[in-house]
């Protein structure tokens, strides 16, 4: 089964913005993942040394989850040309390889699929309408 989840992205202020989300859907954080916390390995993709969010999802149903983070340099060189990404979880990484390469025909990779330090099997991928595809398989 594939859902389908929008993923948003913030000035700096995602972290209010989703504490306002928390309260008004009346949930909890899945997740809550910040610049400081990503391995130094993997600094050469998130520079950012601050509290700033990498990563947060609050489920605001079983089947959606809201997600977010705060812009950073990887987003500023294109990674992400606006304010938003539809966020695809797969059931197995044949899956996700199979939808990775279909909205990438006559698209732009931004972000190979890979294995992450946060335990997902994970790409991006801006399709040849200008929409923002983040592709993953939890692999834990």
């Known amino acids: 089964m594939?859902?389908?989840?929008?993923?948003l992205y913030f000035n700096g202020n995602c972290e209010e913005a989703f504490n306002?989300?928390?309260?008004?859907f009346e949930t909890e954080f899945k997740y809550v993942?910040?610049?400081?916390?990503?391995?130094?390995?993997?600094?050469?993709?998130?520079?950012e040394q601050n509290n700033k969010i990498m990563h947060i999802s609050l489920p605001v149903s079983n089947q959606m989850?809201?997600?977010?983070?705060?812009?950073t340099e990887l987003h500023n060189a294109g990674i992400?040309?606006?304010?938003?990404?539809?966020?695809i979880t797969t059931d197995n990484k044949?899956?996700?390889?199979?939808?990775?390469?279909?909205?990438s025909e006559g698209g732009k990779i931004k972000l190979a699929m890979n294995e992450t330090f946060w335990g997902?099997?994970?790409?991006?991928v801006n399709d040849?309408?200008?929409?923002?595809w983040k592709i993953s398989f939890e692999i834990n």
């Open 2 to 7: 594939i859902t389908i989840n929008p993923y």
């Open 20 to 24: 306002f989300y928390k309260d008004v």
């Open 33 to 47: 993942g910040r610049y400081n916390d990503v391995p130094q390995a993997d600094k050469h993709f998130f520079k």
């Open 65 to 71: 989850t809201l997600m977010g983070s705060d812009h």
């Open 80 to 87: 992400c040309t606006n304010n938003f990404s539809l966020s």
């Open 94 to 103: 044949e899956e996700a390889d199979k939808l990775f390469k279909k909205l």
């Open 120 to 124: 997902s099997y994970y790409g991006i």
């Open 128 to 132: 040849k309408f200008g929409i923002n």
